[in-house]
Structure formats: C-alpha cells, structure tokens
C-alpha cells in the first residue's frame, strides 16, 4: 500500500466519465440476489450504496468488491501465513477491474474479552506505556521498565496475585451453600457435581460419619468447614444405597463395599474443575459458584507495584487510562507543544524531547478520535461494552492517523447508534480519508450521510428475489428522476413529516435516585400508553438509562429479574463485572404488568437456529407435513421433519446441510451434504410432499413465496405475515441465525411478539430500532409499533434518527454532551415541545422535520 502523497488528487468524480480510468469496474456480479450485475464506480470518491434492506447493497460492497479486493491481496501471501486470515467466499462476478487494495470497517466484533480496550484497538494505549517507560517520573532507585512492563496482558506486566485481572476469583461458604435451610442429602451443597459425582460424594460423607440429614446450618462449624475447605482426599468404602445406619452397621461387619470412594472437599472441586475441565458448559457451571474481589495486591489496577510506582503527571498509567479521553488530552496538551511547568523534574534533554514527542502523537490521535465524538470514552473501557456503532468509529479514527493513500476504505453504516450531531464528526473524518487520496464504498440509510456522497449506487427496487438490480449510479442529483428508487422519495424530501396529533400518556412511570455510569442521582418520568422516544447525542446516558436501568427496576418490581445476558463463547472469568442499578420506581407500576426488551442480540448462535425454529411457525409447518397422507402411511410424526432429530435427518450431515473439507495451509471450506445436496434431511423424509413441495423446499422459501403458499393455513400465515409487515418478506425460512444483521434479529423477535395475544399492560424497550434500515422500512416498523401502542401497551426506544422521533408521542432528550457532559433530562414533551427548545443538541435537528 502506497504512502499519502504530497499533493492528494482531485477527488471529484463526474458521471460521464463512467469506464474511464479512475474508475472499478464490475462485470456479472451474482453474489446471493445480485442480477448479473454490470457497474462502473469511480475511485477517490466517496460511493454510497443505498436500497431497502435485503436490496442486494451489501452483497455488492462486501461480498462483491470487498470479497474480490482481499481474495486479490491474499493471493501475494505465502499459504502458510494465509491461514492466519479470515478468508470471504471468492464472489460470483465475471470480472472485477481498477480495484485498489481495501480495507473493511465492520460492525462485527470479535470474541469478546475484557483484555480488549479501547486503547488496544486504538494503539493508544502502546504509546502510553511508551511514555511511562521513556518520561515517566521512576522512584528513587528504581531500574528502568520497558513498555511492554506496563501492560496487563503481559508476563512483565501483570500482577502476579490476579495474573492482569484485577480481581481474585474464591469461592465462599454462601456461594457454594446458597440455602443453608437444605440438608446435604437435599443437595445443600449446591456447587457440587450434579448426577452420580454427587451422590457419590454425599455418600463418602456418611461412609465418614457426617451427618446429612440435619440442616446445613444447624452441623457444626468444625464439620462444615472441614467438608467445604479441605485439601485431604481420603478414600473410603461406599455402600450405595444404604442409610447412614445400615451403612454403620456394614463398616462393623466389614462387609464388602460396593467401591472405594475418594472425597473431594468442595472449594477444590470448583477450583480444580474450572482450571482443567475442557468442557465449556462445566467451566460455566462452576463459575457461577465463584465470587470475584478486588485483588488485594494491585487494588484492581492490574500491574505489578513497580509499574504502578512510576507517574506521569503525578498519576500512574491506570489512573491515567481511566480518564474520558477529553480530559487526556487536555492532561497531554501542555507536553504535546512545550508549555507544561518544569516543576520539580530533574528531565534530561532527551527525556524533554521524548516527552513532547509522544505526548504530540498521542494528543494528534486523541483529537481525530474527540472530533468523532468519542471523547466520553476512557482508554481503559473494554470492546464489549462498546456499542457496534462506536467499535466502527474507533476503527475509523485509527484508519485516519494511518496516512495511507491509494486504499479503497468499506463502511458498513459508519453512523449507526449516531446522533445528527455526531454524524456531522464522522463526515468530516470521511472527507479526510477522501483528501488523503482514498476511496470511500459506504454501504448506508442514513440521509445525511447520502445527502453528501460523491456517487450514489441505488440497488432494488425490493429486498430478496425482487432486488438485486441497479436502479442508478451516478451523481447524486440525477437520482430524482428514478421513479422504481424508494431512496428518491426520502432523500429529496418528497415524503414530508406527517402531521398529527400525539397521543397522552395515560399514565407515567417515575424514576427517582438514579445512578449508574454518568446518570447521578437523576429523576426521570416515562410515559405510558403512547409511543416514547429518547434522544441525545451518542454516551450521553440514554441507553443506560432506558436499557440498564428501566429494564432491571421495572424486571425487579415484576419479579422478573435481570435479563439473560448474551452467552459467552468462552464461559470464563475475564468478564465486566456487573455494575449495580441504583435507585427506585416511585410511581406508575400499577400500568405495567409485564416487560418485554426487544435488542439486537442474536436469536442463535448456531446454524440450526433460524427463523422458522425461532417464532414457532416451523412447528405448525412440521404438522402440516405430518398430517399428509404419506406420512400417515409410513408413520412419521412432526418430529421426523425437524433436522435436529436423528430419524429424519441426513445421517452425513446430521442435518446441518454441508460438510467442513480440512485443506492443509488454507482455511476450512464448506461445501454442501454430498448425501443430501444441502437438503439437511433424508431421502425417506424428503419423499413426502405438501402441495408438491418437500420440507427442504420449503426450508427454502422467502417469507413472501412462504405466505402465499401457505395462505390458506392461519396457523402458519399469521406469523408469515407479520414477518412481513415488519419489512422482512426477503429472507430465507431455513436462512441460519448466524447470517442476520442485529437489526433483522430485533424485527424477527418483534414480530414474534406481535404475533402473540396481547391484553395490553405491556412495556416494550427498544434500543435503536432503525438500525440497519431504509427509511422506508423505519415507516413500516412504526406502524407495527403504533400497533402496539393502539392494543393498550407502551413503547419506549432510545432512538436517532429524527424522522422517526418526529412520529412518536412524547421525547426525552438526555444530554446535553456526553460522558460527565451528559447524564441530565435537557427537555421532554411531545416532538414539536422539544423542537422548540434551546436546550440540548436534538432540538435544532427536530426543527428540521418542520420545516
């Protein structure tokens, strides 16, 4: 890859000059719904990909572009270093020309661990502990410390009591013992092994003349610490089955036992099982008897003393890397240009001059990441609590230090989880990668951000099979003659903000003493029965408060408890801990009888889940099948068409529709059942027919081609067409949960909800319910939401965009910055009420919608 120039080119494109130099040129693009198609984009520019969601447009800049752009690169790498790379499918395209190295900014995340920070994805964090090394003040005495002794995830660094954790994992007598009103032979103690292991050990226990059959907390202390705390492992003859007074009277016999038994003391099993088991499902088991605390040696500060002895600035590098980074770069200013007081430092010249060195980069990348509105951050956060949205800003502001020129850069809508406010960052971060001489394929709803592309590709008109053309590409303006393009409609104003009446609350949930993150002692009020929005520039508190605190007081006073977190994909210790709501309901429960969070998280993590299995509607579907009279005949029960049952699934395969083929130096490729043909099901199974179709077929119908022919089949065409109503006729029933965006998750599990009976009473939340969606789409889920609203329930979403808070009921904006800027109800009301406010950032962009 090329270094920036000295002077960048000339980035404006112009729409005649399609199939010249300076442009990529595709011929036959087929990836997924694509047309066979043909297309000329020009480089250093900034190309926008826009069309209703499932319209082909992401299929085109990653699977297409993107796909064909790394394929090239990894085919200069040696095969030995190209394991190293996740590899994309080579796409289905005739030809791809002019298409410069890319870089792909996604909103995916990696596996997530706590030991990935901020500062590790930004790099700033190796510049740190480069001036702690280099410029830091060493105590009297105290040897000189490479950087790598001042991060947690080294040898050298970590503190070797927590080993970099931050907190020591025990095991105490109420984690292990939870109801002590239990016996032992009740399985009082709960951390033991389940089953046989169990049983065994209790009967090691009466073998050795414990008592099990009194209350735990009525045995003594000497007893209940011995079999709870001891290291010894003595091994005793068992007699199953007998009771502890037979069992006497067999040890006085000295009859033979039914085996010798070794007993292992409860705290060693939980510690032992959790460092040796290779099963992840025992590791989780285990770990929920495991209490963490602050580890004694580095106060949860991570580094060994000596590391956490040196200062800059009077503070050590984690007081320092807990700071927002505002407020970093306000400490680094004054080392940055040289006006910082002398003090008391005895500095060398070369020290001054590393000093100003480091502290000039780190302030340079500390203001491309504030410009990006990143600045509530602190470098110590760790990537699982960041939001899709700010993971991909902190990717882009890395990509913009990194004065590369020449590369072709591949968002996936950059302003997702933006404020307009925060938008207006992120576009002038595009338009410096543009100056530097890069080019920019941004696959994007957002209006404001189409509004200022340089090219615009239109794909449709549809999602699915009814997509997958190319509607337009070109300047952005030549756009409004395209009658097919439903972008045209939005993004030329020709589809205005409907004017209506709000409905009133019927009644309001109030919030008092809030505090959480950068919410301190705050009162808030929601109001139930209509549809609510929460608005306010992105950090500002928002979803802690709609998300975190609504959702666990109201679960509490339902006696629902905390939602069930994401699963881990490694079930361990290097998790966040959980950080406690506090404050009360005040008023309004009386209005809620039930709580339902519709998120983005995934509806599985396995290809067997989809969304035929996930809303219910495959069941009716197996029944159906199960009714024919083929089925009758041989037998088959609506068991036999699921693919996760031995009896009617491919036996080579086992239902799972493909094999992996093991390459040596390559990564794994899939390819489908040679037995079944990517059928998952057995040729018996596959002989049956509902209408002429199999359940393989079916499996492989769109939502839509599934609604028309089950029409006739309520059951089945409810959910159907709810699926539909919610903008989501183009995917696939059998389509794997692992290939739907976030966004598509919350509307399968929307639907779902709809699909069900409803007396009212409810309170839905949802945390930005637009993302990922044409405005088009947004129209059709705030029917569905306004459905809601007119059966007697209440909706409130943390939202962004202002097309969609301008339709709601009532707005509360949090504000007016972010992080210890934020935190505050700046002004609520219905939308015009707080268009007219002065106070906060969201007023003058709900203005706008007035216009």
Known sequence: MRRKPDHPQDPTPTPSSAGMPGHVRVRGAREHNLKNVDLDIPRDALVVFTGVSGSGKSSLAFGTLYAEAQRRYLESVSPYARRLFHQMPVPEVDDIDGLPPAVALQQQRGTPTTRSSVGSVSTLSNSLRMLYSRAGDYPPGQGILYAESFSPNTAEGACPQCSGLGRIYEVTEQSMVPDDSLTIRERAVAAWPPAWHGQNLRDILVTMGYDVDTPWRDLPKKDRDWILYTDETPTVPVYAGLTPEETKKALKRKDTPSYQGTFTGVRRYVMQTFATTESASMKKRVARYM???????????????????????????????????????????????????????????????????????????????????????????????????????????TQVRSNLFGVVYVLDEPSAGLHPADTEALLDALARLKAAGNSLFVVEHALDVIRHADWIVDVGPHAGEGGGRILYSGAPDGLRKVAESHTRRYLFDEKGIEDRTPREPTGWLQLEGVRRNNLHDLRARFPLGVLAAVTGVSGSGKSTLVSQVLVDLVGAALGQGAPEEEPEEEPGLEREEAIPTEGRIASGMEGVKRLVRVDQKPIGRTPRSNLATYTGLFDQVRKLFAATPQAKKKRYDAGRFSFNVAKGRCEHCAGEGFVMVELLFLPSVYAPCPTCEGARYNADTLAVHYKDKNIADVLGMTVDEAYAFFEDQEPVARPLNTLREVGLGYLRLGQSATELSGGEAQR???????????????????????????????????????????????????????????????????????????????????????????????????????R
């Not at 590393?354 to 760790?382: H, K």
């Not at 789409?777 to 329930?793: C, E, I, P, S």
């Open 291 to 397: 209490v963490g605390l602050e580890c004694p040696t580095c106060h949860g500060k991570r580094l060994r003393p000596e590391a956490l002895a040196i200062t800059f600035a009077g503070l050590d590098i984690t007081e320092l890397s807990r700071m927002p980074l505002e407020r970093l770069a306000k400490l680094l200013q004054p080392y940055a240009d040289g006006s910082a007081p002398k003090g008391k430092t005895d500095k060398h010249a070369e020290q001054l001059i590393v000093t100003q060195r480091i502290a000039a980069d780190l302030c340079a990348r500390l203001d491309v990441m504030l410009a990006l509105g990143l600045g509530y951050l602190a470098l110590e956060r760790s990537t699982p609590t960041l939001s899709p949205g700010e993971l991909q800003r902190l990717r882009l502001a």
């Open 748 to 850: 399968i599990k929307l639907a779902t909800e709809l699909q069900r009976a409803t007396r009212g009473g409810t309170l839905y939340i949802l945390d930005e319910p637009t993302t990922g969606l044409h405005p088009l789409d947004a129209d059709r889920l705030m029917a569905q939401l306004n459905r809601l609203v007119d059966a007697g329930n209440s909706v409130i979403m943390v939202e962004h965009t202002m097309r969609v808070v301008a339709g709601c009921d009532w707005v509360i904006d949090i504000g007016p910055g972010a992080g210890e800027a934020g935190g505050t109800v700046v002004a609520e009301g219905p939308p015009r009420t707080v268009a007219d406010c002065q106070d906060g950032q969201t007023s003058r962009y709900l203005r706008a919608m007035y």
